[in-house]
């Protein structure tokens, strides 16, 4: 792939965790007082969740037609147990396999007569690449829009439960978490005795995108036993500039590259870089972007990458539960 093809694809990806950053909020669920509403619907019956934007929405009955806005809220939608209830998705999703040959719609600009013509009775969106203002055009329509909270592993997690609320699959959504939260819990303990190693993540190794204070990327390195030093910037999405990384002189450089990466095709774009520790030791690793850059269960398989990559003594064997 080329370097101009390997940045707008990963750039594209990035801006599903930045565009919307900041608008987090906690989700929780329960049941209003009394026994039924103007409709005649029983209220204890109700499920209420709080959505990323910090909406309320009430629920008497699971939907059963669901349309997804961005790919990260589709295969949250899937963990949770939604799967049989997804009519639609946008033309970026590619995950999971099973929702190949459902009908799309385009995502940039977002086919709002597209998404309505499939007759859903949910939306599912992000909280971080979708526009906040979908939600006046689909309330217009009659469609209510969920907006998933994706701006840090407790709100990723919390959004899986939530979702398994809304679709009365919670036992479906329990086990995904809990097998999510003892994956997390094994890696963090593999690498507590690990000797201590600084790192930097790039999603590009042309312009040097990276993560900064507030973004969950950088609890996902932490987990593999990475020091991130890009935690200083008080910004989400910093752009490092050359001399700003030969300063921080990282132990590893971890990125989104792209296949067939080499050391090389860095150095093309930053030559100053060659006298960096990462460099001269070999310790610079391409991790697949998807699973990174979209926000949801996968995160947990770019954490084990990035340490089998860095302590690669501590994986004698490989994983069977995939």
């Not at 103007?38 to 499920?47: A, E, I, M």
């Not at 997690?157 to 479906?172: H, N």
């Not at 990282?250 to 460099?279: K, N």
């Amino acid at each position: 792939m080329s370097n101009l093809r390997r940045v707008v694809a990963h750039l594209a990806s990035f801006l599903q965790f930045f565009l919307l950053f900041g608008l987090l909020t906690g989700c929780q669920s329960g049941s209003e007082p009394g026994s039924e509403d103007l409709n005649g619907h029983s209220l204890t019956d109700r499920v209420i969740v709080i959505d990323g934007l910090g909406r309320e929405l009430s629920f008497t009955s699971p939907p059963s037609r669901i349309v997804s806005i961005a790919p990260s809220a589709t295969e949250i939608l899937v963990a949770a147990g939604g799967l049989d209830r997804l009519v639609g998705v946008t033309n970026v999703d590619d995950y999971p396999p099973e929702i190949a040959g459902l009908p799309v719609f385009s995502a940039l600009p977002l086919d709002i007569e597209s998404v309505a013509a499939m007759d859903p009775d949910l939306v599912m969106a992000s909280d971080q690449v979708n526009d906040p203002n979908h939600v006046e055009l689909f309330t217009a329509l009659g469609i209510p829009i969920f907006y998933q909270e994706a701006g840090s592993w407790a709100g990723i997690r919390s959004a899986l439960l939530d979702v398994s609320m809304i679709l009365g699959t919670e036992d479906v959504a329990r086990k995904t978490v809990d097998s999510l939260d003892a994956r997390i819990s094994a890696l963090k303990q593999m690498t507590s005795s690990a000797e201590p190693v600084t790192g930097i993540f790039l999603v590009s190794d042309v312009t040097s995108y990276s993560f900064g204070q507030g973004s969950y990327a950088l609890d996902l390195m932490e987990w593999a036993g990475i020091t991130p030093l890009t935690r200083e910037f008080d910004t989400p999405a910093p752009v490092l500039s050359d001399e700003w990384v030969l300063m921080a002189n990282p132990d590893v450089i971890i990125g989104t590259f792209g296949d067939g990466f080499t050391i090389e095709d860095l150095l093309e774009h930053h030559p100053a870089w060659s006298s960096l520790d990462a460099v001269r030791l070999g310790r610079v690793y391409a991790v697949d972007g998807d699973s990174i850059l979209r926000p949801g269960p996968r995160n947990v398989l770019a954490v084990e990458q990035m340490a089998r990559l860095v302590f690669p003594e501590y994986f004698t064997t490989e994983r069977t539960d995939r």
